[in-house]
């Protein structure tokens, strides 16, 4: 059974890092491209990075370049989403999400994700 749980989400101040962890179950994380989601209130689910089968490319949104970097790890079957230089806008709802296929197409693309986590709230004040 596919199971994906988030966690590490917290109340930060800006300029903060945080780390979340999206612990990965009935699959090898490694095999699939895997990808982190945000939902602000008010506002539709975002893509915020993706890391792609066998974690040999990475790809983020315009808004977190250079602030965030997402990282698997096959030991613990595991991925993350490190953050740093977090922003007030950077609050929301964080997912994780495996991706049907390895191809590179469509990561931005919701519709092209079969499994998503529970979600783990992120909330930055200024």
């Known amino acids: 059974q596919v199971q994906l749980v988030e966690s590490g989400g917290s109340l930060v101040q800006a300029g903060d890092s945080l780390r979340l962890s999206c612990a990965a179950s009935g699959f090898t994380l490694s095999e699939y491209a895997m990808a982190w989601w945000r939902q602000a209130p008010g506002k539709e689910r975002e893509f915020v990075a993706h890391?792609?089968?066998?974690?040999?490319?990475?790809n983020y949104a315009d808004s977190v370049k250079g602030r965030f970097t997402i990282s698997g790890d096959d030991a613990h079957n595991t991925l993350y989403l490190q953050m740093n230089g977090l922003k007030p806008e950077d609050t929301a709802i964080y997912y994780c999400?495996?991706?049907?296929?390895?191809?590179?197409?469509?990561?931005?693309?919701?519709?092209?994700?079969?499994?998503w986590g529970q979600g783990t709230q992120v909330t930055v004040s200024s």
């Open positions: 999400a495996r991706k049907t296929s390895v191809l590179a197409a469509g990561i931005r693309r919701e519709y092209n994700y079969d499994y």
């Open positions: 890391i792609a089968y066998r974690f040999t490319d990475r």
